[in-house]
C-alpha cells in the first residue's frame, strides 16, 4: 500500500499542479512567508534579465495560506519526478515538508519547495515597488512573469485566501504596463 501523498501549493501549483490530484484543501503553514524572494532564469526571466517567482521564505511568527493536493492513488512516483524536474531546476528551492492545518479542523504532513536563502538567486527583502518594475517587465519558458503574478493573485482570491502583498503587486503591474 503506498501512502497518501500531500503537496502544499502556495504560487502556480495552485493554479497549474500538472499532477493528478484527487483533492484539494486550503491550508496554512506556520513559520514561513509567501514573497517574490527568488530570481528566476528560467520559467519567468532569464540569465540576462531575471524575473521573480514566489518562494516560502523561513519566517518565525508569520504564516502562509494556500493549497494542500492529495495525489491521486498510484501516481505518487511519477508526481514527486515532476516535481523535482519542475521546481529543482536550479537547485534554488529545498525540498522539504510541513505541517500543514485545515481551517476546518485536521493537518496533514505536505511536500513543499522552499527557498535555499544562501542560494544565489535568493532576493529576499526586496521593496514591493522594485518587484512590481522586475515583475512588468520580465519574461521567460513558460510566459511573461506578471501573468504568474496576475494568475497567482486571481486564484487566491478565487479561494478567499487574502495577501494583501500579492493584491497591491497585481495592481501595480497593471498599471505600469497600462
Same mark, same amino acid.
Given at each position: 500500500?503506498?501512502?497518501?501523498?500531500?503537496?502544499?501549493?502556495?504560487?502556480?501549483?495552485?493554479?497549474?499542479?500538472?499532477?493528478?490530484?484527487?483533492?484539494?484543501?486550503?491550508?496554512?503553514?506556520?513559520?514561513?512567508?509567501?514573497?517574490?524572494?527568488?530570481?528566476?532564469?528560467?520559467?519567468?526571466?532569464?540569465?540576462?534579465?531575471?524575473?521573480?517567482?514566489?518562494?516560502?521564505?523561513?519566517? %518565525?511568527?508569520?504564516?502562509?495560506?494556500?493549497?494542500?493536493? $492529495?495525489?491521486?492513488s498510484?501516481?505518487? !512516483?511519477?508526481? &514527486? +519526478?515532476? @516535481?523535482?524536474?519542475?521546481?529543482?531546476?536550479s537547485?534554488?528551492?529545498?525540498?522539504?515538508?510541513?505541517?500543514?492545518?485545515?481551517?476546518?479542523?485536521?493537518?496533514?504532513?505536505?511536500?513543499?519547495?522552499?527557498?535555499?536563502?544562501?542560494?544565489?538567486?535568493?532576493?529576499?527583502?526586496i521593496?514591493?515597488?522594485?518587484?512590481?518594475?522586475?515583475? %512588468?517587465?520580465?519574461?521567460?519558458?513558460?510566459?511573461?512573469? $506578471?501573468?504568474?503574478?496576475?494568475?497567482? !493573485?486571481?486564484? &487566491? +482570491?478565487? @479561494?478567499?485566501?487574502?495577501?494583501?502583498?500579492?493584491?497591491?503587486?497585481?495592481?501595480?503591474?497593471?498599471?505600469?504596463?497600462?
Amino acid at each position: 500500500m503506498t501512502e497518501t501523498m500531500w503537496v502544499f501549493g502556495y504560487g502556480s501549483l495552485i493554479w497549474n499542479p500538472e499532477f493528478p490530484v484527487a483533492e484539494t484543501r486550503i491550508a496554512r503553514v506556520q513559520g514561513w512567508r509567501r514573497s517574490f524572494c527568488m530570481r528566476s532564469i528560467h520559467h519567468r526571466g532569464s540569465e540576462a534579465d531575471p524575473g521573480l517567482v514566489l518562494a516560502l521564505d523561513a519566517a %518565525a511568527g508569520h504564516h502562509c495560506d494556500g493549497v494542500t493536493f $492529495r495525489v491521486t492513488s498510484g501516481a505518487e !512516483a511519477d508526481t &514527486l +519526478a515532476l @516535481l523535482r524536474e519542475r521546481e529543482l531546476i536550479s537547485s534554488a528551492y529545498l525540498e522539504t515538508q510541513v505541517q500543514a492545518d485545515w481551517p476546518e479542523g485536521g493537518r496533514c504532513t505536505a511536500l513543499v519547495y522552499v527557498i535555499d536563502p544562501d542560494h544565489w538567486q535568493y532576493c529576499g527583502g526586496i521593496a514591493l515597488e522594485d518587484q512590481a518594475q522586475i515583475i %512588468a517587465r520580465a519574461a521567460g519558458g513558460r510566459g511573461p512573469n $506578471r501573468d504568474y503574478l496576475w494568475s497567482t !493573485a486571481a486564484h &487566491l +482570491a478565487e @479561494l478567499g485566501i487574502s495577501d494583501p502583498e500579492l493584491e497591491w503587486l497585481a495592481g501595480r503591474v497593471r498599471a505600469l504596463i497600462g
